[in-house]
């Protein structure tokens, strides 16, 4: 019976408090309409949570201490070695050659014989046509029958003279009618000269322009057009601001993208003249034409080595950035302790050239120094980090 009474005591002190913690809920607070009691309540909750904010900070801070890579970001890094570092400025061109040339005639008249036809191969002083000379040989023909008895009078009238016969006037007269009549043939024999076409150098009849039997003239009439693949060159305007790294017996590497076709090749020669409309000066690219592929006016993409260093550090230029007072950085591993863990080093830098997405750094890092990759642009200076290697 004791038993009986404990426990009913029991109950009704757990209902009791039951009953006061129900009733000193926010809900009952709220209900109550009471000012001094919704102030009672904001106090007690307020105090509750700074209890709680303070004990989560004693948490985190031996978290950190146990623990202080588990929250780290993960990152990559490489090891930045010396290597050898070639530049190129890449610009356009086309090709060209110097024996490429359109034929004109040197004599007006009719068109008599065309000896070649496109595509023949010609050797230079070939004939290649022949115009009609209007009567020149005959004239010619004349002028040799009074060129020979002008020789045969000047040579009776020297033997006289040598033997004191004769007069000096007679002499002279005689050997200034010859040499006259000797310089008017040669004369008429260049004019009908030119009534022959004959190939500057050698090379291909690439067009035969004029047909044969159509009247031409001099300088207005284009024959044909005569070119030579042997001798092929690509010239190109490069701006003056290259003007001490480019020069003659540079490296340069050509591209045909048309041909699909790749060439190694050196400037052969480098122009001493600045154009002062775009401030660029001339350069002369060789190209090796041995199947005959490459024509002129052929467009290429030229590689020229403008600078080369031989022990360079070179870094992606992907990872660099950049603060306010515009000075470049990166991050490095630092107080490394294990083979994955360590802290982020902001890293200031002086980068050179880049090719692509390669640069060159003059100044910050020294050889075998670890740098940070994929991360890079996530990190903060001191903050720790854990290492993955990438496979």
Same mark, same amino acid.
């Given at each position: 019976?004791?038993?009986?009474?404990?426990l *009913?005591?029991t109950?009704?002190? =757990?209902?009791?408090?039951?009953?006061?913690?129900?009733?000193?809920?926010?809900?009952?607070?709220?209900?109550?309409?009471?000012?001094?009691?919704?102030r009672n309540k904001?106090?007690?909750?307020?105090a509750?949570?700074?209890?709680i904010?303070?004990?989560?900070?004693?948490?985190?801070?031996?978290?950190?201490?146990?623990?202080?890579? @588990?929250?780290?970001?993960?990152?990559?890094?490489?090891?930045?070695n010396? &290597?050898?570092?070639?530049?190129?400025l890449?610009?356009?061109?086309?090709v060209?050659?110097k024996?490429?040339?359109t034929?004109?005639?040197?004599?007006?008249?009719?068109?008599? %014989?065309?000896?070649?036809?496109?595509?023949? @191969?010609?050797?230079?002083?070939?004939i *290649?046509? $022949?115009?009609?000379?209007?009567?020149?040989s005959q004239?010619?023909?004349?002028?040799?029958?009074?060129?020979d008895?002008a020789?045969?009078?000047?040579?009776?009238? $020297?033997?006289l003279w040598?033997?004191?016969?004769? #007069?000096?006037m007679?002499?002279?007269?005689a050997k200034?009618?010859?040499?006259?009549?000797?310089e008017?043939?040669?004369?008429?024999?260049?004019?009908?000269?030119?009534?022959?076409?004959?190939? /500057?150098f050698?090379?291909?009849?690439d067009?035969?322009i004029?047909?044969?039997?159509?009247?031409?003239?001099?300088?207005m009439?284009? =024959?044909?057009?005569?070119?030579n693949?042997?001798?092929?060159?690509?010239?190109?305007d490069v701006?003056e601001?290259?003007?001490?790294?480019?020069?003659?017996g540079? #490296?340069?590497i050509?591209?045909?993208?048309i041909l699909?076709?790749?060439?190694?090749?050196?400037?052969?020669?480098v122009?001493?003249?600045?154009?002062?409309?775009n401030?660029?000066f001339?350069?002369?690219?060789?190209? /090796?034409?041995?199947? $005959? #592929?490459?024509? /002129?006016? =052929?467009?290429?993409?030229?590689?020229?080595?403008?600078?080369?260093?031989?022990?360079?550090?070179l870094?992606?230029?992907?990872?660099?950035?950049?603060?306010?007072?515009? &000075?470049?950085?990166?991050?490095?591993?630092?107080? @490394?302790?294990?083979?994955?863990?360590?802290?982020?080093?902001?890293?200031?830098?002086?980068?050179?050239?880049? %090719?692509?997405?390669?640069?060159?750094?003059?100044?910050?890092i020294?050889d075998?120094?670890e740098?940070?990759?994929?991360?890079?642009r996530?990190v903060?200076?001191?903050? /720790?980090? $854990?290492i993955? &290697?990438? @496979?």
């Amino acid at each position: 019976m004791k038993k009986i009474y404990i426990l *009913l005591a029991t109950v009704l002190i =757990l209902t009791s408090c039951g009953g006061e913690k129900k009733k000193n809920s926010v809900e009952n607070v709220l209900e109550s309409k009471n000012i001094e009691l919704l102030r009672n309540k904001r106090t007690e909750i307020v105090a509750k949570q700074q209890e709680i904010a303070d004990q989560l900070k004693l948490i985190d801070a031996e978290i950190s201490k146990l623990d202080t890579v @588990k929250h780290a970001p993960l990152i990559t890094t490489i090891k930045v070695n010396t &290597e050898e570092f070639v530049h190129y400025l890449e610009i356009q061109g086309n090709v060209t050659t110097k024996n490429l040339i359109t034929i004109y005639p040197e004599y007006n008249g009719i068109l008599t %014989q065309v000896f070649v036809k496109e595509g023949q @191969k010609v050797n230079k002083g070939q004939i *290649l046509a $022949k115009i009609d000379d209007g009567g020149l040989s005959q004239q010619l023909a004349q002028l040799k029958i009074q060129e020979d008895l002008a020789k045969t009078t000047f040579d009776r009238q $020297k033997r006289l003279w040598e033997q004191n016969i004769g #007069s000096e006037m007679q002499y002279l007269q005689a050997k200034s009618n010859y040499e006259t009549q000797a310089e008017a043939v040669n004369q008429l024999k260049q004019q009908i000269g030119k009534t022959t076409v004959t190939a /500057p150098f050698s090379g291909t009849i690439d067009d035969v322009i004029t047909e044969q039997g159509n009247v031409v003239s001099v300088g207005m009439s284009p =024959l044909f057009r005569l070119v030579n693949l042997s001798d092929m060159y690509i010239e190109t305007d490069v701006p003056e601001s290259y003007l001490t790294d480019i020069k003659k017996g540079k #490296s340069v590497i050509v591209d045909f993208p048309i041909l699909g076709k790749q060439i190694d090749t050196e400037i052969r020669q480098v122009g001493d003249f600045i154009n002062p409309a775009n401030r660029t000066f001339k350069v002369e690219v060789a190209i /090796p034409n041995d199947d $005959k #592929s490459i024509k /002129p006016n =052929l467009t290429a993409k030229l590689k020229i080595n403008d600078y080369t260093s031989e022990k360079a550090l070179l870094i992606p230029q992907s990872i660099i950035s950049e603060n306010a007072q515009g &000075e470049q950085f990166i991050y490095t591993v630092k107080d @490394k302790q294990g083979e994955n863990e360590g802290k982020a080093k902001k890293t200031i830098i002086k980068t050179g050239r880049n %090719q692509g997405d390669i640069v060159e750094v003059l100044e910050g890092i020294t050889d075998g120094e670890e740098i940070i990759m994929e991360g890079a642009r996530s990190v903060k200076d001191g903050q /720790p980090v $854990k290492i993955i &290697e990438v @496979k």
